[in-house]
């Protein structure tokens, strides 16, 4: 039965599929949804061909996107409609049924609603959703919409939805066909516009990413399957936002730098329009957008697979050019940036190493740290990423003004070196790479910070000799270390552990008070003691002190605690032993309510340090074993870098640093059995330290190990005798130390010695010399007479007073130095002979006698007659200057008995004085280093710091500021004594740094170069030393030092020379020094005219008592020179000296010596008219290079010193010689008293010149008076012979200084005129002519190097890096070669201009 068919709007005929009735509104809700899933059934059957079909359901079709159905309650109803509307699309596409465009939105957006319910995948109806959806990507139904005016408004609706409903629980299939819808409507639109654009973004934003990862990555697939299309979209919206800067145009404005990020990261070429944009951004003027782009930038760049920086050079450079930002934010983000770079792309290491490098230097602590992070890392995750210039720059922060970031490197470095040396992670090469580091961080053990040192120790326990290493382990990794460390780490792990044994010592002496009965003297001590310790071995001196007095009284409650401190310290202690005391100390003071506990912090710096972690008998033990292994050897000595031989000789010496620090390790009969053998091997060095070991360790050897005593005794008498000079000195203090019959057995090698000394054969004295005077200062009461005998008879009569053999006038090439091998044996033998008496007062300490007196004028007449006692001609000029030198020594020794300085005469002591300012270059140098090391451990009087001040004469610059670090640490050690010892304020005189201001003064008054009270040149000259030393003392104005010093000067002027009271020219002289050292003070101090803090007391030596009834207040000093000296106009450079003028004594009068002519062409550019006349025909060059400087002079000075000659060739280069001022004399002139002649700058300074100009040159007239020291220009040996040649125009280049005391009168200078090819060749010869210097590396205890200090005297001490120099120094002096013109040339850094401050 048929029903009546219903009608639709439109007015036709409505058919149902069969078997569905009409669907109303009248309807249940279940009726209605059991009839759609027919109709949804039927239009699932129905394809495109069906036009029959089609054509009869086309009223339904129109019917199911009525309203009644589009705004249905019931979900399953529109559901149903819209999967019918899905296929109704697909069936009658690529037509809609539907032409009105409202309908058409109303439609999709009805269907863009359902697509919600995708969001639950266990749904019942999900499968209809992922239905319609399938079907809606499938048919790209969304593209009809193409042809609505407002489309925009459904596909972002339509890209909402999809986003928002994506999400873990979808399968592939899901997200496939949202990317189809979505990714349809993009490439087949006319454009995207920016919402839609957006609400794809949006997803890319971190806020969003983080909250639906799947919306994150399916923006990120359409965005890489629609690059092509959407890329100009892309580039309009960050155009439009970073260049137009129109951040309305998008809510995502805020967010383009993570925009641009993510994008990159999805495909790099949705970009390609963007990023010369941000090259626009990186130039911005505002700071917080400069950083934001760098942030960017370095994330793009850094990138693992990056191609951005080769692809986009200008971008990258630009980007590079952000290191140099004015932005402290900016710099930062660009070095930590380096880091990824660096290690994500190798290839551009080259490109950040010169920004890198400037920023290790950046003024901001912040970023120099990051510096150092970022290198350090990079090299952590691979060695080959960092070059050897990055990890330069690492070296170089290990020195920075600031300690974080000195830490940073320094634990950066010892981080690589463990990896890659230690463990060996990287291979041989990349532990080759890093090998130097473990020399550089010992370096560091010299710095004066004690934080420093604490961390230099940290690193040597944890990383370079592991502490948790098994003994044999940690024995080998050590004796390695050692054999492969340079000289200088030797010495500052030397020092390491002796300071660290000194901290013990002073923690035995705190636990030793604690045992004593409680009074105010022990309370005293142990406050004193508590100070020393706080002050000198922990940081924060102020904190540690109140700490360790808190520790202390710990102490004094807690005897368990008292006995575990005990037993760290004691000599038995193991190293597990160890580890278990300071574990047990740190539990007992540990809080646990208390998560930072500063005291237990510094409690545990103080543990570190005493704690013996790597050294005990076992590990003395497993030494001994790897040394034997490679005496043997069996040893792995070439694996590990090193030579058997070298391994030996650093093994013992390993061990002889250790036999001072844990001398009760070594007392075992294996130990002694294998140093015996090590006595017995042919290497000198070896045997030396073997003995040194017995000397140390052996006291128990005479009741313990009988069988080793009878060993070791001929072995050491044996040495005594034939062996080395060193192993005959520790050969008797050995047995000294370790024998109770030690007065027979010295007897039996002093009585065969003192018998068979022959002065015949010098090279056989050497050793038996040295022995005598071991024994005669050991044991003095028992050698005393008969050495007296020796010295008399033998030591001075015929070994000192004699030269048996005449050697070559001028010694071998006229050096003033030669190396050891090179210097004759007599003189060897004198040198010891020297030391022999010193060292036989030493013992006698009695300055009663007449051997004191006769010694030290016998060490006089040593230095007045320049080294030749005999005055006879016979020795070298080398051999001169080693006897100079032992003989100003000596008297430096013996002033450091107080018995004998009492006696040491003022003449005496400014005599040993001017060895300080020797002719030869290391004589000086070793003389000073003597000095202050004496100084420095306050064995020698006051007064000897004076000597310093002459230093300021020294041409050399590295003498200079070596000599100014000197007085920098005498003044500091004395100083920091006198606050660590109340006693000390007791002593005051001879201790307080500002009271050696009256002995600089008295020695400048006796200057031999002050002849001329009113010479401007000589004034400056004392103003110049003056400063030298106020400088330092005036540094800080301590308790008015000032106003101090001030009034100590003027009470000199009350008094008179003690040395001379009566002489008053000496007087004049004594209160001129007086008043240029009050115009020094008072010009460079504001506070001096402030109440001084107490009265001075003068030295009664050398000033006598003031006269109360008169007073001085005379200025001695002419208005002229007052006013030069005020003025501080730079001096006239003048020709330098070469001649330490003679000390005026009794019974010996100055010989005046035949003047020569000497011409100097001065071209310095602040000369003044009093210097002598120039040479006219130089007069353009007188703007000098900077590279054209004098050992001793500011300004650049060259010289060009010739004479007249009847013929000169127009084309022949003027050649400039300097000559020693005895060359041209007769032979039978004799030496003056107290002089050296200056020799020039190298030690090859020739003394040869052709007899022809002896003749002619001595008419000459007599040139002005020069300064003590070198002469400004070196000369080669070959430059010399060169010129020596008799064809050569006579006299030319001769240089002569007068002898005469009172100087002579202003020579008549003559005017050269010099041929235009000369000046030329002068010309080019001044630009690469510079001073050749030899050096002998020395280093002390201290650190104190003889150094080439490339900054200024005002440089910090701690800023120094003191081995740099001494590494170089001497290959400076070996390229040394000839120009091509015959000058002299030298590869070396001139002065800076302004290197000294010029009063």
């Given at each position: 039965?048929?029903?009546?068919?219903?009608?639709?709007?439109?007015?036709?005929?409505?058919?149902?599929?069969?078997?569905?009735?009409?669907i109303?509104d009248?309807?249940s809700?279940?009726?209605?949804?059991k009839?759609?899933?027919?109709?949804v059934k039927?239009?699932?059957d129905?394809d495109?061909?069906?036009?029959d079909?089609?054509?009869?359901?086309?009223?339904?079709?129109l019917?199911?996107?009525s309203?009644?159905?589009?705004r249905?309650?019931n979900?399953?109803?529109?559901?149903?409609?819209?999967?019918?509307l899905?296929?109704?699309?697909r069936?009658?596409?690529?037509e809609?049924?539907?032409?009105?465009?409202?309908k058409?939105?109303?439609?999709?957006m009805?269907?863009?609603r359902?697509?919600?319910?995708?969001e639950?995948t266990?749904?019942?109806?999900?499968n209809?959703?992922?239905?319609?959806?399938?079907?809606?990507?499938w048919v790209?139904?969304y593209?009809?919409?193409?042809?609505l005016?407002d489309c925009?408004?459904?596909?972002?609706?339509?890209?909402?939805t999809?986003?928002?409903?994506i999400n873990?629980?979808?399968?592939?299939?899901?997200?496939?066909?949202m990317l189809?819808l979505?990714?349809?409507?993009?490439?087949?639109?006319?454009g995207?516009?920016?919402?839609?654009?957006?609400?794809?973004l949006?997803n890319?934003?971190?806020?969003?990413?983080?909250?639906?990862?799947?919306?994150?990555d399916?923006?990120k697939?359409?965005?890489?399957?629609?690059?092509?299309?959407?890329?100009?979209?892309?580039?309009?919206f960050?155009?439009?936002?970073?260049v137009l800067?129109?951040?309305?145009?998008s809510?995502?404005?805020?967010?383009?730098?993570?925009?641009?990020?993510?994008?990159?990261?999805?495909?790099?070429h949705?970009l390609?329009?963007?990023?010369?944009?941000l090259e626009?951004?990186?130039?911005?003027?505002?700071?917080?957008?400069?950083?934001a782009?760098?942030?960017?930038?370095?994330?793009?760049?850094g990138?693992k697979d990056?191609?951005?920086a080769?692809?986009?050079?200008?971008?990258w450079?630009c980007?590079?050019?952000?290191?140099?930002?004015?932005?402290?934010?900016v710099r930062?983000?660009c070095?930590?940036?380096?880091?990824?770079c660096l290690?994500?792309?190798p290839?551009?290491?080259?490109?950040?190493t010169?920004?890198?490098?400037?920023r290790?230097?950046?003024?901001?602590e912040a970023?120099?740290?990051?510096?150092i992070?970022?290198?350090?890392?990079a090299?952590k995750k691979?060695?080959?990423?960092v070059?050897d210039?990055l990890?330069?720059?690492?070296?170089?922060r290990?020195?920075d003004?600031?300690w974080?970031?000195?830490?940073?490197?320094?634990?950066?470095?010892?981080?690589?070196?463990?990896?890659?040396?230690?463990?060996?992670e990287?291979?041989?090469e990349?532990?080759q790479k890093?090998?130097?580091?473990?020399?550089k961080l010992?370096?560091i053990?010299?710095?004066?910070?004690?934080?420093?040192?604490?961390l230099?120790?940290?690193?040597?326990?944890?990383?370079?000799?592991?502490?948790?290493?098994?003994?044999?382990e940690?024995?080998?990794?050590?004796y390695?270390?050692?054999a492969s460390?340079?000289p200088?780490a030797?010495?500052?792990?030397?020092?390491?552990?002796?300071c660290?044994n000194?901290?013990r010592s002073?923690?035995?002496?705190l636990?030793d008070?604690?045992?004593?009965?409680?009074?105010?003297a022990?309370?005293?001590?142990?406050?004193?003691?508590?100070?020393?310790?706080?002050?000198?071995n922990?940081?924060?001196p102020?904190?540690?002190?109140?700490f360790?007095?808190?520790?202390?009284?710990v102490?004094?409650?807690?005897?368990?605690?008292?006995a575990q401190?005990?037993l760290?310290?004691s000599?038995?202690?193991s190293?597990?032993?160890?580890?278990v005391c300071?574990r047990?100390?740190?539990?007992?003071l540990?809080?646990?309510?208390?998560?930072?506990?500063?005291?237990?912090?510094?409690?545990?710096?103080?543990?570190?340090?005493?704690?013996?972690?790597?050294?005990?008998?076992?590990?003395?033990?497993?030494l001994?074993?790897l040394m034997?292994?490679?005496?043997e050897?069996?040893?792995?000595?070439?694996?590990?870098?090193?030579?058997?031989?070298?391994?030996?000789?650093?093994?013992?010496?390993?061990?002889?640093?250790?036999?001072?620090t844990h001398p009760?390790?070594?007392?075992s009969?294996?130990?002694?059995e294998?140093?015996?053998?090590?006595?017995?091997?042919?290497?000198?060095?070896?045997?030396?330290?073997?003995?040194?070991?017995?000397?140390?360790t052996g006291?128990k050897?005479e009741?313990?190990?009988?069988q080793?005593?009878?060993t070791?005794i001929p072995?050491?008498?044996?040495?005594?005798?034939?062996?080395?000079?060193r192993q005959?000195?520790?050969?008797v203090?050995?047995?000294?130390?370790i024998?109770?019959n030690?007065?027979?057995?010295?007897?039996?090698?002093?009585e065969?010695?003192?018998k068979?000394?022959n002065?015949d054969?010098p090279?056989?004295?050497?050793t038996?010399?040295?022995s005598?005077?071991h024994?005669?200062?050991?044991?003095?009461?028992?050698f005393?007479?008969?050495?007296?005998?020796?010295?008399?008879?033998?030591?001075?009569?015929d070994?000192?007073?004699?030269d048996?053999v005449?050697?070559?006038?001028?010694?071998?090439?006229?050096?003033?130095?030669?190396?050891?091998?090179?210097?004759?044996?007599?003189?060897l033998?004198k040198?010891?002979?020297?030391k022999?008496l010193?060292?036989w007062?030493?013992?006698?300490?009695?300055?009663?006698s007449?051997?004191?007196?006769?010694?030290?004028?016998?060490?006089?007449?040593?230095?007045?007659s320049?080294?030749?006692?005999?005055?006879?001609k016979?020795?070298?000029?080398?051999?001169?200057?080693?006897?100079?030198?032992?003989?100003?020594?000596?008297?430096?020794k013996?002033?450091?008995?107080?018995c004998?300085?009492e006696?040491?005469?003022?003449?005496?002591?400014?005599?040993?004085?001017?060895?300080?300012?020797?002719?030869?270059?290391?004589?000086?140098?070793?003389?000073?280093l003597?000095?202050h090391?004496?100084?420095?451990?306050l064995?020698?009087?006051l007064e000897?710091?004076?000597?310093?001040?002459?230093?300021?004469?020294?041409?050399?610059?590295e003498?200079?500021?070596?000599?100014?670090?000197?007085?920098?640490?005498n003044?500091?050690i004395?100083?920091?004594?006198?606050k660590q010892?109340?006693?000390?304020?007791?002593?005051l005189l001879?201790?307080l740094?500002e009271?050696?201001?009256?002995?600089?003064v008295?020695?400048?008054?006796?200057?031999?170069d002050?002849?001329?009270?009113?010479?401007i040149?000589?004034?400056?000259d004392?103003?110049?030393?003056?400063?030298f030393?106020?400088e330092?003392?005036?540094?800080?104005?301590?308790?008015?030092?000032?106003a101090?010093i001030?009034?100590?000067?003027?009470n000199?002027?009350q008094t008179?020379d003690a040395?001379?009271?009566?002489?008053?020219?000496?007087n004049?002289?004594l209160?001129?020094?007086?008043?240029v050292?009050?115009?020094?003070?008072?010009?460079?101090?504001?506070?001096y005219?402030l109440d001084?803090?107490?009265?001075?007391?003068?030295?009664?030596?050398?000033?006598t008592?003031?006269d109360?009834?008169?007073s001085?207040?005379k200025?001695?000093?002419s208005?002229?020179?007052?006013?030069?000296?005020?003025?501080?106009?730079?001096?006239p450079?003048?020709?330098?000296?070469?001649?330490?003028?003679?000390?005026?004594?009794?019974?010996r009068?100055p010989?005046d010596?035949?003047?020569v002519?000497?011409?100097?062409s001065?071209?310095?550019?602040?000369?003044?008219?009093?210097?002598?006349?120039?040479?006219?025909g130089?007069?353009?060059n007188?703007?000098?290079?900077?590279?054209?400087?004098?050992?001793?002079e500011?300004?650049?000075v060259i010289?060009?010193?010739v004479v007249?000659?009847k013929?000169?060739?127009k084309?022949?280069p003027?050649?400039?010689?300097?000559?020693s001022?005895?060359?041209?004399?007769?032979?039978?002139?004799s030496?003056?008293?107290?002089?050296?002649?200056?020799?020039?700058a190298g030690?090859?300074n020739?003394?040869?010149?052709?007899?022809e100009?002896?003749?002619?040159?001595?008419?000459?007239?007599v040139?002005?008076k020069?300064r003590r020291?070198?002469?400004?220009?070196?000369?080669?040996?070959?430059?010399t012979?060169?010129?020596?040649?008799?064809n050569?125009?006579?006299?030319?280049?001769?240089?002569?200084?007068?002898a005469?005391?009172?100087?002579?009168?202003e020579?008549?200078t003559?005017?050269v005129?010099?041929?235009?090819?000369?000046?030329?060749?002068v010309?080019?010869?001044s630009?690469?002519?510079q001073m050749?210097?030899q050096?002998?590396?020395?280093?002390d205890s201290?650190?104190?190097?003889?150094?080439?200090?490339e900054?200024?005297?005002?440089?910090s001490?701690?800023e120094?890096d003191?081995?740099?120099?001494?590494?170089?120094?001497?290959?400076?002096?070996d390229n040394?070669?000839?120009a091509?013109?015959?000058?002299?040339?030298?590869r070396?850094?001139s002065?800076?201009?302004g290197r000294r401050?010029?009063?």
């Amino acid at each position: 039965m048929a029903f009546p068919q219903p009608k639709s709007a439109d007015g036709k005929i409505i058919i149902y599929p069969p078997g569905v009735k009409e669907i109303t509104d009248k309807i249940s809700n279940d009726e209605l949804v059991k009839r759609l899933k027919m109709v949804v059934k039927t239009f699932m059957d129905m394809d495109q061909d069906s036009e029959d079909e089609k054509q009869q359901y086309l009223p339904l079709a129109l019917h199911l996107a009525s309203e009644f159905f589009l705004r249905n309650p019931n979900k399953d109803v529109r559901l149903l409609v819209a999967c019918c509307l899905a296929d109704i699309f697909r069936i009658y596409a690529p037509e809609a049924p539907y032409t009105s465009h409202d309908k058409l939105k109303d439609i999709f957006m009805f269907i863009t609603r359902q697509l919600k319910g995708l969001e639950d995948t266990k749904s019942p109806q999900f499968n209809r959703y992922f239905y319609l959806l399938e079907n809606l990507a499938w048919v790209k139904s969304y593209n009809i919409c193409f042809e609505l005016e407002d489309c925009n408004e459904i596909f972002i609706q339509l890209f909402r939805t999809l986003f928002s409903v994506i999400n873990n629980s979808h399968n592939q299939k899901v997200q496939m066909h949202m990317l189809d819808l979505m990714s349809s409507i993009i490439m087949e639109g006319d454009g995207v516009t920016q919402d839609l654009l957006d609400s794809i973004l949006i997803n890319l934003i971190p806020a969003h990413k983080n909250m639906n990862k799947q919306a994150y990555d399916l923006a990120k697939v359409l965005l890489k399957r629609t690059a092509q299309t959407i890329e100009p979209c892309i580039a309009s919206f960050f155009n439009q936002v970073l260049v137009l800067g129109k951040s309305s145009v998008s809510d995502l404005s805020e967010h383009v730098f993570d925009l641009i990020m993510e994008l990159f990261a999805i495909d790099p070429h949705l970009l390609l329009s963007v990023m010369p944009q941000l090259e626009f951004k990186l130039k911005s003027n505002d700071g917080e957008e400069r950083l934001a782009v760098v942030r960017l930038l370095a994330k793009l760049f850094g990138a693992k697979d990056s191609e951005l920086a080769t692809q986009n050079r200008p971008l990258w450079q630009c980007f590079l050019g952000r290191f140099n930002d004015i932005h402290v934010p900016v710099r930062l983000e660009c070095v930590k940036f380096a880091s990824h770079c660096l290690m994500n792309h190798p290839d551009l290491a080259k490109d950040l190493t010169e920004y890198l490098k400037v920023r290790s230097h950046d003024p901001e602590e912040a970023i120099r740290h990051d510096v150092i992070v970022t290198i350090i890392t990079a090299g952590k995750k691979d060695l080959s990423l960092v070059n050897d210039q990055l990890l330069g720059f690492v070296r170089e922060r290990t020195l920075d003004k600031r300690w974080r970031v000195r830490k940073e490197a320094m634990m950066g470095l010892a981080q690589l070196y463990k990896k890659y040396c230690l463990h060996a992670e990287a291979g041989k090469e990349a532990a080759q790479k890093v090998n130097w580091i473990k020399d550089k961080l010992l370096h560091i053990y010299y710095q004066n910070s004690i934080d420093d040192k604490l961390l230099v120790e940290k690193i040597f326990a944890q990383y370079l000799v592991p502490h948790n290493l098994e003994t044999e382990e940690r024995m080998k990794c050590l004796y390695y270390l050692y054999a492969s460390l340079d000289p200088n780490a030797v010495k500052a792990l030397n020092e390491m552990w002796k300071c660290q044994n000194m901290l013990r010592s002073h923690v035995r002496e705190l636990l030793d008070l604690h045992k004593q009965p409680a009074s105010e003297a022990n309370n005293t001590a142990m406050f004193a003691k508590l100070m020393a310790i706080a002050t000198e071995n922990l940081p924060d001196p102020g904190k540690a002190q109140d700490f360790m007095k808190k520790f202390n009284q710990v102490l004094g409650d807690d005897e368990r605690l008292r006995a575990q401190l005990e037993l760290l310290i004691s000599p038995a202690c193991s190293c597990k032993q160890a580890e278990v005391c300071v574990r047990e100390i740190t539990r007992k003071l540990a809080n646990p309510k208390q998560p930072t506990n500063p005291f237990l912090e510094m409690v545990k710096f103080l543990l570190e340090r005493i704690a013996p972690v790597h050294i005990d008998s076992e590990a003395i033990s497993s030494l001994v074993k790897l040394m034997n292994k490679s005496i043997e050897g069996t040893a792995d000595d070439e694996e590990e870098g090193v030579t058997p031989d070298s391994a030996i000789r650093a093994g013992l010496e390993l061990l002889k640093v250790l036999s001072f620090t844990h001398p009760t390790s070594f007392h075992s009969s294996e130990t002694y059995e294998s140093l015996l053998q090590c006595l017995k091997m042919e290497d000198d060095k070896v045997a030396e330290a073997a003995i040194q070991i017995f000397r140390n360790t052996g006291h128990k050897i005479e009741t313990d190990l009988l069988q080793i005593r009878s060993t070791l005794i001929p072995i050491l008498h044996q040495k005594a005798k034939r062996g080395t000079p060193r192993q005959a000195k520790q050969a008797v203090h050995c047995i000294h130390a370790i024998f109770t019959n030690k007065e027979v057995q010295l007897a039996q090698i002093f009585e065969p010695l003192s018998k068979s000394l022959n002065a015949d054969t010098p090279e056989q004295l050497i050793t038996p010399l040295v022995s005598l005077g071991h024994i005669a200062m050991l044991a003095p009461d028992q050698f005393a007479s008969p050495m007296k005998s020796v010295v008399a008879n033998f030591i001075v009569k015929d070994l000192l007073m004699n030269d048996r053999v005449c050697q070559f006038p001028g010694g071998k090439n006229g050096k003033l130095w030669t190396p050891n091998e090179e210097v004759s044996p007599e003189v060897l033998a004198k040198v010891q002979a020297i030391k022999l008496l010193v060292r036989w007062l030493l013992g006698m300490k009695n300055n009663q006698s007449k051997s004191a007196n006769s010694t030290l004028r016998l060490l006089s007449a040593m230095l007045v007659s320049e080294g030749d006692l005999t005055e006879q001609k016979k020795i070298s000029k080398s051999d001169m200057s080693r006897l100079r030198l032992a003989a100003g020594c000596a008297i430096l020794k013996l002033a450091q008995e107080p018995c004998y300085h009492e006696i040491i005469t003022p003449e005496q002591f400014q005599l040993c004085a001017l060895v300080i300012n020797d002719e030869c270059y290391q004589v000086r140098q070793i003389f000073a280093l003597k000095l202050h090391k004496a100084l420095g451990k306050l064995l020698l009087p006051l007064e000897y710091m004076a000597v310093f001040a002459l230093c300021a004469k020294d041409p050399v610059k590295e003498r200079r500021a070596h000599a100014r670090q000197c007085l920098l640490k005498n003044i500091s050690i004395r100083r920091e004594y006198i606050k660590q010892n109340p006693m000390a304020h007791e002593k005051l005189l001879s201790l307080l740094p500002e009271y050696v201001v009256p002995y600089t003064v008295h020695l400048l008054a006796h200057d031999p170069d002050f002849t001329k009270t009113q010479d401007i040149e000589q004034l400056r000259d004392i103003k110049e030393c003056l400063w030298f030393m106020l400088e330092v003392l005036m540094t800080k104005n301590e308790n008015n030092s000032h106003a101090f010093i001030r009034k100590m000067v003027e009470n000199i002027k009350q008094t008179k020379d003690a040395q001379a009271p009566d002489d008053g020219k000496m007087n004049e002289k004594l209160y001129i020094v007086c008043d240029v050292a009050l115009i020094v003070i008072t010009t460079k101090s504001t506070t001096y005219n402030l109440d001084s803090p107490k009265d001075p007391v003068l030295p009664t030596k050398f000033f006598t008592p003031p006269d109360k009834d008169s007073s001085n207040n005379k200025c001695y000093l002419s208005d002229e020179a007052k006013t030069l000296l005020l003025t501080g106009k730079p001096k006239p450079a003048t020709v330098l000296g070469a001649v330490n003028k003679p000390l005026s004594a009794a019974g010996r009068r100055p010989q005046d010596r035949t003047p020569v002519l000497e011409m100097g062409s001065n071209i310095s550019g602040n000369s003044e008219p009093s210097s002598p006349p120039p040479n006219r025909g130089r007069e353009q060059n007188s703007e000098a290079p900077e590279t054209e400087i004098s050992e001793n002079e500011e300004n650049p000075v060259i010289l060009l010193t010739v004479v007249p000659a009847k013929t000169e060739k127009k084309d022949e280069p003027v050649r400039n010689k300097e000559m020693s001022s005895e060359q041209s004399l007769p032979p039978q002139t004799s030496t003056e008293r107290g002089k050296k002649r200056t020799a020039p700058a190298g030690s090859e300074n020739i003394q040869q010149i052709p007899e022809e100009r002896k003749s002619e040159e001595s008419t000459a007239p007599v040139p002005p008076k020069a300064r003590r020291g070198r002469p400004p220009k070196a000369v080669s040996e070959s430059n010399t012979a060169k010129n020596s040649d008799p064809n050569k125009a006579a006299g030319r280049g001769r240089k002569r200084v007068a002898a005469s005391q009172e100087g002579p009168a202003e020579p008549e200078t003559t005017n050269v005129k010099v041929p235009k090819q000369q000046e030329t060749n002068v010309k080019r010869a001044s630009a690469q002519r510079q001073m050749d210097l030899q050096r002998i590396q020395v280093l002390d205890s201290d650190g104190y190097s003889v150094m080439d200090l490339e900054s200024t005297p005002e440089s910090s001490a701690e800023e120094l890096d003191l081995f740099k120099s001494c590494e170089s120094s001497q290959n400076e002096v070996d390229n040394t070669k000839l120009a091509e013109r015959g000058f002299l040339k030298v590869r070396r850094k001139s002065m800076p201009k302004g290197r000294r401050q010029r009063l």
